[in-house]
């Protein structure tokens, strides 16, 4: 028998929530490797439907579980979807030889350059693997790394890696913080170029 239902307290990191059965009843557990097809990402709200099973320890397990096509529990999104839109990639590929041009001119130290490119590197490498571990259900890349390395300086492959890979792009919580981290390094880099803040070459 299937039911349905809309997923709860879902942690996108770890992989695994609650689905409330519609017309009420117990919640049951659901992990992202019960989801038979993985083409939209599981989120709070998204209505499913499942199968039941019972664990050895009397717990109830979502299997078999698709998603609701119908389903109309999307966040913000029109927002969402001009998010995914961006050219994530020329974006960050444009970042790198904006910088590389003021770099040529003598208007930013040499670090600053080679930051930017090395943690883009670094940032490219940790996007690919997060959206590895999604796809097989594995442990995640903590969000608050993956904004790390883009106040660092890494935001340029970070962009990259969102728009190669798909990924991360239509969480409007994560592209909120990683918008500010990309603002704070383009005040920083107008500050260095401008001569108001003095660095070493």
């Known amino acids: 028998m ?22 009420g009843g117990d ?24 199968q039941l099973r019972t664990d050895e320890r ?33 974006l960050g590929v444009g970042a790198l ?4 041009g003021l770099w040529i001119v003598k208007l930013v130290p040499d670090w600053t350059l080679f930051t930017a490119l090395g943690m883009s590197v670094v940032a490219l490498g940790f996007y690919l693997h997060d959206k590895g571990a999604a796809a097989r259900g594995q442990q995640r890349v903590p969000e608050n790394t ?26 409007q919580s994560f592209q909120f913080v990683f918008w500010l981290t990309v603002v704070l390094n383009i005040g920083a880099i107008v ?6 803040i003095a660095l070493p070459q």
Request: charged content about 20%; overall charge positive; proline content about 4%.
């Open 97 to 100: 030889l904006g910088l590389s």
């Open 146 to 171: 993956l904004h790390l390395l883009s106040l660092l300086g890494g935001w340029p492959g970070a962009l990259i890696g969102q728009g190669l890979f798909r990924h991360k792009t239509s969480k």
């Open 191 to 196: 500050l260095i170029a401008s001569g108001k």
């Open 27 to 50: 919640r049951a557990f659901v992990h992202i490797k019960a989801f038979e097809q993985r083409s939209q990402r599981p989120s709070n709200g998204m209505l499913i439907n499942y």
């Open 58 to 90: 009397g717990r109830l397990n979502a299997i078999a579980v698709r998603s609701a096509t119908a389903s109309k529990a999307a966040v913000a999104p029109k927002r969402a979807a001009a998010t995914a839109r961006l050219p994530h990639v020329s």
């Open 2 to 23: 299937r039911y349905q239902g809309r997923l709860q307290d879902w942690n996108d990191d770890k992989g695994y929530g609650f689905v409330l059965p519609n017309g």
